[in-house]
Every structure is written in C-alpha cells, then in structure tokens.
C-alpha cells in the first residue's frame, strides 16, 4: 500500500482564490511528521510546512495552512490567496518516527501540479 | 552558501562510463541524504549520512552505486558503468539532526543525469 496518496495529479485555481490539495497516509506508528514541498519548474524542492502527529493545532506559515484531520489520516494543504508564482508541484511526504530501517527518509506522493489562472 | 549545494547541476554522459555526484550541506547539519527523482518512479530515498557513517545502504538500486561522505560535510554518489535506466534528477538533502521527527529536510537544485 502507498504511504502517502495525492490523488489530484493536477490542479486550477484562480488568482487570489484559496486552493487544498489533498494528501492521505498510511502508518502504524504514533510518532511521525508530515511535510509539505514545492518544487517550481525549475527543479528546486523548496520547504513550505510542517505537521507533527502530535500537534494539536494544524500548521500555519504565511499563505500555507495544513487541514490536518490526525483520524482521517489526511494532511491537506492550504494555500489562500493564490498568486502566480505558486504554479508549480506540489509534494507530500511523511517521515516516520521509529527507528528500524528505512526510517529516517522522507517518503514522498507522487505529486500534484497546480496552475494558477490570471 | 546557505542553502544545500550540488554540482554539477547537469551532466550527460555516454552509458558505460562513471559519474561523480556533489553535494555539500548545509552548515552545521549533520544528517546528509541522497533522493532520486524520475518521471515513472518519481521521488526514491537512496541513502542516508549521520555524520561520515551510512548504516543502511538498501536503498541504493544496484552495486553500482556508492556514496561517501567525509569530515561530516560533502558527500558523492558515485555511479559506475551507467546505464540508460540511471537517467535521473539526484536530489541532496541535508537536516540538523537525523533522529529528530521534526526536522524538515532541506534540497540542493539537483544534479540533473543523463545516460546517452
């Protein structure tokens, strides 16, 4: 099974509209960090929010805020305002908190491009 | 620099032949990873660095592949005898501890490969 699923592989929002883009998870531990990155057409992964799984609160940085529903296992992302620049893809990725193999990575959805309209 | 370094950040190369990846982190992050990015897998962890040290090396896709890391600073990923299927964006990643659920891992620009 996927541990992280976007099931938007592409989006449009208008200019200065809000915009969510969806991501669910899947892991049995209870420790675990949910992150959010965008990477413009010019390759760069750039770093945009963090959800921990115990944090009572969902996330805010700016324009990005993440919908974080910890039993529905889904961490949407935000982002009000849409300008631009925010045309891009948009990643979700997890890193969970145990310490066996493989746990120190961050894995990844497979993406969803959003493209924002004049 | 401030961010997470690589170089070069295109290189083309005939399929047989060895390529050397950079990467230099960003200062005082001790945790060091390598990413692959291509269109049919998208985005595969490879390996991961505390300090010089890589206990796990699974991720690497053949014996083809090598990564160091020295004075707990600049890594390469070396691949031997290319092949068409190593076409890829190699992605760096550096954060301030391994360990630590919390913190983000932030990218390099890439170093974009292609296998003629």
């Known amino acids: 099974a996927q541990k992280i699923t976007q099931t938007q592989p592409g989006m449009f929002v208008q200019e200065k509209e809000a915009v969510t883009l969806d991501c669910t998870y899947d892991t049995s531990d209870q420790s675990y960090g949910l992150f959010w990155y965008k990477q413009p057409s010019s390759g760069e992964m750039i770093f945009l929010i963090y959800q921990g799984s115990y944090d009572e609160q969902n996330a805010t940085e700016g324009r990005y805020s993440l919908n974080f529903q910890k039993a529905r296992k889904s961490a949407n992302l935000v982002i009000s305002a849409s300008q631009l620049g925010d045309s891009a893809m948009y990643f979700c990725a997890m890193r969970e908190g145990y310490s066996g193999a493989g746990s120190y990575q961050l894995t990844f959805g497979k993406g969803t491009k959003l493209s924002v309209i004049p | 620099g401030a961010g997470v370094s690589q170089s070069p950040s295109n290189k083309v190369t005939e399929k047989g032949k060895d390529v050397e990846l950079r990467c230099d982190p960003i200062?005082?992050?001790?945790?060091l990873y390598w990413y692959r990015q291509s269109l049919g897998q998208g985005l595969e962890f490879l390996i991961y660095f505390q300090g010089n040290s890589a206990p796990d090396k699974s991720g690497l896709p053949s014996d083809r592949f090598s990564a160091e890391r020295t004075g707990g600073s600049v890594s390469t990923l070396t691949i031997q005898r290319t092949q068409q299927e190593d076409s890829a964006v190699y992605l760096c990643?550096?954060?301030?501890?391994?360990?630590?659920?919390?913190?983000?891992?932030?990218f390099g620009d890439g170093t974009r490969l292609s296998i003629l």
């Open positions: 990643a550096s954060s301030r501890q391994l360990r630590a659920v919390d913190q983000p891992q932030h």
């Open positions: 200062s005082g992050h001790t945790a």
